[in-house]
């Protein structure tokens, strides 16, 4: 059994989302195979976690997958492939995957399931405990429990790498001559404000993609 | 002598069809969860929730507008739509505060926003004003009391934001003080939903927090002296607009603006033929 947190997302609580963390995961290679092989199994969406900033990062991409995919206007063919395409800062699928999908070594990885068919309707059939105990017989790792406000869902977080991914520039995103007077401003706020910081523009930055 | 007959009242046209009723919005969102804030000419703003149950968000709203060709009217949704979305995209990265972006659907015209609690300038003025012309009816002993440091160094911070604003090339073209925000300091352990209690106590007399450019509706993205000093322009005007005792605060926004940039000087002495002659340019010539 892995531990699996929902979240109701406000305006789509009728699709309620599961997220499981994992750390130490030895089987990526194979749950990677599994997903380009499209076994219908292990139709979830697996993410990197050094590349989620913070909670708000995941549920903004998994609220615009699906509203693009309950909308009609995903550019992906599953909800969950959406939810990768969606994290990414530009317009291609693969690249996508490369950057925000697991890869043969990667251990720390988030794990999301929406109950959502491929008609768009609800499916009741998964519910967090399918979930927790498919992921627990499939995933080689440790399960991390998520808090209520998804607690946890950053710590793995590699910031620099997000940092550059979205094209972020310096501390606090001052450009030029002026960094230097901005940096020293940056190194006395606390790391949680920047990061803060980093999300808004990111959320930002993924909602105005494609348009 | 006969009357001439009178023309028969002109029926107004029937009522466009629209695909949806009007004031309602697109999926996901339903009026349920939407508690109203303001109307505009163009967009409904609401608040609500996103993404958790606790935090709080602005949604804005472009409805369709029945009178127009369909066509155009969701090409000009669209396009005025994401002009705003990516001017807060651009000025929040570039470290201006202003409210980020947390969802944007440009074909149904909704645009999700961060919320930003605290009071307008506007407000504030007002509340500063009052209490100036309270003072002097008590007694004109001190006129300029203490306390006042504390507006001006308001209207410092108002004067830098704006330059930083400018500097980006980005132009607000509608800046008043009802679009600039004075975001109340969060406290210690901040609640997720401030009872009415709380926002009465800390909103009345608190001049700290940071400012907040808020309502990018019509900006446009702008390297023309011209039209940052239109904006410096439309902002003085709502300052004269609110109290002739504030006026004088204004030249304290113009001094701060004037050390923000190194184009500020240059929309500084814009301003001067702007104010001449209005906010809209001659057509001679």
Redesign the interface.
Same mark, same amino acid.
């Given at each position: 059994m892995a531990s699996v947190q929902t979240f109701a997302l406000p305006h789509y609580e009728e699709y309620p989302v599961h997220v499981a963390l994992f750390k130490d995961v030895t089987n990526a290679a194979f749950l990677r195979s599994q997903l380009l092989a499209s076994n219908p199994d292990f139709d979830y969406a697996f993410l990197d976690a050094s590349m989620i900033l913070t909670p708000n990062h995941l549920l903004t991409s998994t609220f615009l997958a699906l509203h693009t995919f309950l909308t009609k206007r995903a550019k992906t063919r599953t909800p969950h492939s959406e939810l990768v395409f969606r994290l990414s800062p530009n317009n291609n699928i693969g690249e996508s995957y490369k950057k925000f999908g697991i890869g043969d070594a990667t251990t720390a990885i988030i794990a999301v399931k929406l109950p959502i068919t491929a008609d768009a309707t609800v499916d009741a059939s998964i519910t967090a405990e399918t979930v927790s105990k498919h992921l627990g017989n499939v995933v080689q790792g440790t399960s991390v429990r998520i808090g209520e406000q998804g607690e946890g869902l950053g710590l793995w977080c590699d910031v620099d790498k997000v940092r550059k991914m979205y094209k972020l520039g310096g501390e606090g995103g001052n450009k030029g001559k002026k960094t230097g007077a901005a940096n020293g401003d940056a190194r006395v706020k606390k790391e949680g404000d920047e990061k803060k910081e980093m999300e808004s523009v990111i959320l930002g930055i993924i909602a105005l993609k494609g348009s | 002598m006969t009357e001439p007959t009178l023309v028969p009242p002109i029926d107004p046209p029937p009522a466009p069809e629209t695909s949806r009723p009007l004031h309602t919005l697109p %999926?996901?969102? *339903?009026l349920s *969860?939407l508690e109203i804030i303001t109307q505009g000419a163009e967009a409904l703003v609401y608040k609500?929730?996103? @993404?958790?149950?606790?935090?709080p968000v602005v949604v804005k709203y472009r409805p369709p507008k029945p009178y127009r060709h369909p066509t155009l009217d969701k090409r000009l949704t #669209?396009q005025r739509l994401?002009a705003e %979305?990516?001017s @807060?995209?651009k000025c #929040? #990265?570039? $470290?201006v505060r202003v409210p $980020?972006?947390? $969802?944007?659907? %440009?074909?149904?015209g909704w645009l999700?926003l961060?919320y930003v609690d605290g009071q307008t300038v506007r407000g504030v003025l007002d509340g500063w004003a009052h209490r100036v012309s309270e003072r002097e009816k008590e007694a004109d002993t001190r006129t300029e009391g203490q306390g006042n440091e504390g507006i001006l160094d308001l209207m410092r911070r108002v004067g830098r934001e704006v330059g930083k604003l400018h500097e980006l090339g980005v132009c607000h073209g509608d800046l008043t003080t009802s679009n600039i925000m004075l975001r109340t300091p969060p406290p210690d352990s901040p609640p997720p939903f401030p009872t009415s209690n709380s926002i009465s106590q800390s909103s009345s007399n608190s001049l700290k927090g940071d400012i907040y450019l808020i309502d990018f509706g019509l900006t446009t993205s702008s390297i023309q002296d011209e039209d940052k000093a239109v904006d410096l322009y439309v902002l003085e005007r709502a300052f004269s607009a609110t109290h002739p005792a504030a006026e004088p605060l204004f030249q304290e926004v113009l001094r701060a603006y004037g050390e923000s940039g190194k184009g500020a000087k240059s929309v500084l002495k814009r301003l001067e033929g702007v104010r001449l002659r209005g906010r809209k340019r001659s057509m001679l010539g």
């Open positions: - | %999926a996901p969102f *339903s *969860s609500t929730t996103f @993404l958790t149950p606790h935090t #669209k994401l %979305a990516r @807060l995209v #929040k #990265k570039e $470290g $980020g972006v947390l $969802g944007v659907d %440009a074909e149904e999700v961060e």
